[in-house]
């Protein structure tokens, strides 16, 4: 452990909400309820001198009135569908330090140690007490720090996760800059910002559930929102440069496939070989974001969930025909989605990340978009908690302009080790960062 002297405490935001405010999530935002989503920010000792927990949470202060919804803690209506009552309880605030450098932190080229630098804790088992968001601040002994997000998917996408993260860092940097924020007035309670379609034609009501493929319902969980999964879960992350991208990308010739579905369609072809060839591999869901719903301004799952299904073995395909299927096939499922959830009422468990394998584009989520007088992060890096038996894998751009990318997967342990065989074999582990 690298992590020591850690801290506790609440931030919630100066201006009251008042009483009675309560956010009914969507049944979009519902059928997430299982899943986190975890982040890491790093900065360098230029970015952050001055900022003190007391600047910190001043900026917490005033940022959380526009974000008031992340301080409140979930209840359940008399048909024990979940609720957020806004009671300004706050989000968990935690203190650390580290005892390395930002560049010895780097050096070590250890993707899995970020997982110290997020304090995590999934909603549950009383869920009126578990606050929904835990921000960990972690100071580095060169003055150096970072800040670590453990987000609960219901409350939004990652899309809505980094623009919270965005928003902090405009907070944090006029009040380092004039020392006097002005208060925000308290704006509506955020819901999703895109309508989910209604199916026309629902079955009725007597007729077996028939769920959309993206989504697999589990067994009752209670109030401890956490999927039970076959076997243990590891997560590790590497990086891929922008001549490792080119090279991946030149595998798909002879068409011109972009590079999140070029990196999909190679790990789902080693995965198809690991698990020697099974059907259920035949069916991938891509979460990727709205382009019709590119600047939201509001928290919600507002998100594209779209299944994409190979009529062939696709541990024996050519790379570009698997590419050009992730590209251009695969129907928004959120209409489908919303619809099963209201059906029961938001009452029912879901797995979506894992139910089959997943692959979630954050390239168009701007984590790097956050900046602290007008430096940005050194390294951001997400990933995923929560995920269901056949995985999830999270691909972002890296700072290098974006150019190269940082890809997370979250397997099960013995898969994640023949994983990185499959990687070695395929050119993809030369620059990884997790040995």
Known sequence: MLIHNIKLSSVGPSISTGSGVVHEPSGMDLAMKLHY????????????????TMVIKESMFYWLNDYYVTCGRFRRSDSGRPYMKCNDCGVRFIEAECEKTVDEWLEMRDYSLNRQLVYHLPIGPEISFSPPVFLQVTKFKCGGMSLGLSWAHILGDAFSACEFINKWGQAVSKILADRTPILPEPQAPPNTAYKIPKSESPPPAHTKPNYPLSINRVD???????????FKMNTFSFHLTSTQMTHLQSKCDPQPIPPFESLCAFVWKCIAKIR????SLNIVTLFKRDPNNLKSGKLGNTGMISTVEAGFSVADADLGILGKLLAEEGSDERGEIEEAMEKENGVSDFVVYGANLTFVNMEEADPYGVEVKGNGAELVWYGIEGVGDKGAVVVMKDRDGGKGRVVTVIFGEDE???????????GLLLDTGIE
């Open 37 to 52: 989503f975890i982040g890491v920010y790093l900065f360098r000792r230029d970015a952050v001198e001055g900022l003190t």
């Open 416 to 426: 994640v080790m023949k994983l990185k065989h499959e990687l070695r074999d395929g």
């Open 220 to 230: 009752p969980v209670g109030d401890r929102w956490v999927p039970s999964n076959n």
């Open 276 to 279: 020697d060839h099974t059907e």
